[in-house]
């Protein structure tokens, strides 16, 4: 079907072009123009999105979800997951690797491209392990992991969008030198969890020892490395240190790093703020804000890790880690650093769309003639209140309950399909 998105404020086509107004003529999943609103003329075999008011971005890349699927489906599955990432303008998203067995064979990663393919038409793409069952012992097979055909291998080339261990960080360095060797020859980037599990997640340390010891194995590799949720000023300077050597580098954070402090866990009682790395202080949230703003931070992705009610319920100490972010990554991003000025809607949509598919070497993250139409319309003056209720995820442990926000996603594509409409059953 041909569709047009009528009048949007168009972000993210690189050119003169950008924060205009405009029309995006798609066919074929494919952008075929873009013209002045109302320039050309209207067609009967073609479905016209009003876009008016709103604006209109490519569809966001989230580096980071754990969707669960195989073993958890209670928490999350990826028809659930990808439901919750089309609500929240999310076209493409990274699976990490710690479910029940561990993604880190070839079974396991068809598995998540079969159901993957079976969901709404969010581009789902498998992260292995760096290591057999995470073990943090023996190198997985990259080599087949690479040549895997699947989805991933259609849009980027290889079987696997990257290789990480996330949810703990391979603590022999002999070994992670090896990995990222392998990942190296074959042009995998590696995405590590930045955490020294002989010190407490609470001390700055714990993130900054793994940031420093990943970014010299970078330099003495070659290897492309991204750093995941970033939260300590600490971080953000070895990171800055590691880009002034020239290596192949880039960093996320998310947005609970930036708009909440530990102060909002101060009693210990809020498990829907609990996550790992935990919120910091009031230093380090300035900090992550002026490291995106400077570009030292490349990415927002989520770190979306959805619970099941029960298990968020129990006393703090015992409550597991995580929060879910798909839904309302983008409004909590636009009210805290678009709202306050410290980032630009083009420098925003850079953080969430264009760069990750960079990273990624994918052909997406642009709105321009003749890209993939994955798109996404926000009504950016609507302002609501984010509950964990209203979420499409299986979790509803968002960190953000309650919260007043600007930003409401009325209407996502994937390859120029509808994936979402706001008030239709998804």
């Given at each position: 079907?041909?569709?047009?998105?009528?009048?949007?404020?168009?972000?993210?086509?690189?050119?003169?072009?950008?924060?205009?107004?405009?029309?995006?003529?798609?066919?074929?999943?494919?952008?075929?123009?873009?013209?002045?609103?109302?320039?050309?003329?209207?067609?009967?075999?073609?479905?016209?999105?009003?876009?008016?008011?709103?604006?209109?971005?490519?569809?966001?890349?989230?580096?980071?979800?754990?969707?669960?699927?195989?073993?958890?489906?209670?928490?999350?599955?990826?028809?659930?997951?990808?439901?919750?990432?089309?609500?929240?303008?999310?076209?493409?998203?990274?699976?990490?690797?710690?479910?029940?067995?561990?993604?880190?064979?070839?079974?396991?990663?068809?598995?998540?491209?079969?159901?993957a393919g079976n969901a709404c038409g969010v581009h789902v793409l498998p992260v292995a392990s760096i290591t057999v069952g995470m073990n943090g012992k023996t190198v997985v097979n990259t080599r087949k992991l690479y040549n895997c055909d699947t989805q991933c291998k259609?849009?980027?080339?290889?079987?696997?969008?990257?290789?990480?261990?996330?949810?703990?960080?391979v603590m022999d360095s002999a070994v992670m030198e090896s990995a990222m060797v392998q990942a190296r020859d074959l042009g995998i980037p590696v995405f590590s969890h930045t955490e020294d599990h002989a010190?407490?997640?609470?001390s700055p340390e714990g993130e900054e020892i793994i940031v420093a010891r990943?970014?010299?194995?970078?330099?003495?590799?070659?290897?492309?490395?991204?750093?995941?949720?970033?939260?300590?000023?600490g971080s953000l300077d070895l990171i800055r240190l590691g880009k002034r050597w020239g290596l192949k580098l880039t960093a996320e954070t998310a947005p609970h790093y930036f708009t909440l402090t530990r102060e909002d866990t101060a009693n210990?009682?809020?498990t829907l703020r609990k996550m790992n790395p935990p919120l910091r202080g009031e230093e380090d949230r300035e900090a992550v804000r002026q490291a995106l703003k400077d570009g030292t931070l490349d990415v927002i992705a989520t770190d979306h890790a959805p619970h099941c009610p029960e298990e968020k319920q129990r006393?703090?100490?015992?409550?597991?880690f995580g929060v879910v972010g798909l839904e309302t990554s983008f409004a909590v991003a636009y009210t805290e650093l678009v709202k306050r000025g410290i980032l630009t809607p083009e420098e925003l949509v850079r953080?969430?769309?264009t760069k990750p598919a960079e990273i990624l070497g994918l052909r997406r993250g642009i709105i321009a003639e003749g890209y993939p139409a994955d798109l996404a319309v926000i009504d950016t003056q609507r302002e609501y209140t984010i509950h964990g209720e209203h979420l499409y995820s299986k979790g509803k442990?968002?960190?953000?309950?309650?919260?007043?926000?600007?930003?409401?996603?009325?209407?996502?594509?994937?390859?120029?399909?509808v994936i979402y409409r706001e008030g239709e059953e998804a």
């Amino acid at each position: 079907m041909k569709r047009c998105i009528r009048n949007g404020q168009i972000y993210g086509t690189g050119n003169s072009r950008s924060g205009k107004p405009g029309d995006i003529w798609i066919q074929g999943g494919v952008i075929e123009k873009i013209t002045e609103p109302g320039e050309a003329f209207w067609q009967e075999d073609t479905e016209y999105i009003d876009a008016g008011g709103c604006w209109v971005v490519p569809g966001l890349v989230d580096l980071h979800v754990h969707f669960r699927e195989p073993g958890q489906t209670e928490k999350e599955d990826i028809a659930s997951g990808c439901r919750a990432a089309a609500a929240g303008g999310v076209t493409t998203v990274c699976c990490m690797p710690n479910t029940k067995p561990a993604a880190d064979c070839e079974e396991i990663i068809r598995l998540i491209d079969e159901k993957a393919g079976n969901a709404c038409g969010v581009h789902v793409l498998p992260v292995a392990s760096i290591t057999v069952g995470m073990n943090g012992k023996t190198v997985v097979n990259t080599r087949k992991l690479y040549n895997c055909d699947t989805q991933c291998k259609e849009l980027t080339g290889r079987g696997i969008a990257a290789l990480s261990e996330d949810g703990r960080s391979v603590m022999d360095s002999a070994v992670m030198e090896s990995a990222m060797v392998q990942a190296r020859d074959l042009g995998i980037p590696v995405f590590s969890h930045t955490e020294d599990h002989a010190i407490t997640a609470e001390s700055p340390e714990g993130e900054e020892i793994i940031v420093a010891r990943d970014i010299l194995l970078a330099k003495k590799t070659g290897c492309p490395l991204h750093l995941c949720h970033i939260s300590t000023k600490g971080s953000l300077d070895l990171i800055r240190l590691g880009k002034r050597w020239g290596l192949k580098l880039t960093a996320e954070t998310a947005p609970h790093y930036f708009t909440l402090t530990r102060e909002d866990t101060a009693n210990k009682t809020d498990t829907l703020r609990k996550m790992n790395p935990p919120l910091r202080g009031e230093e380090d949230r300035e900090a992550v804000r002026q490291a995106l703003k400077d570009g030292t931070l490349d990415v927002i992705a989520t770190d979306h890790a959805p619970h099941c009610p029960e298990e968020k319920q129990r006393p703090f100490a015992e409550a597991p880690f995580g929060v879910v972010g798909l839904e309302t990554s983008f409004a909590v991003a636009y009210t805290e650093l678009v709202k306050r000025g410290i980032l630009t809607p083009e420098e925003l949509v850079r953080r969430m769309s264009t760069k990750p598919a960079e990273i990624l070497g994918l052909r997406r993250g642009i709105i321009a003639e003749g890209y993939p139409a994955d798109l996404a319309v926000i009504d950016t003056q609507r302002e609501y209140t984010i509950h964990g209720e209203h979420l499409y995820s299986k979790g509803k442990n968002t960190p953000f309950e309650g919260k007043r926000v600007f930003g409401k996603v009325v209407c996502t594509l994937a390859d120029g399909n509808v994936i979402y409409r706001e008030g239709e059953e998804a």
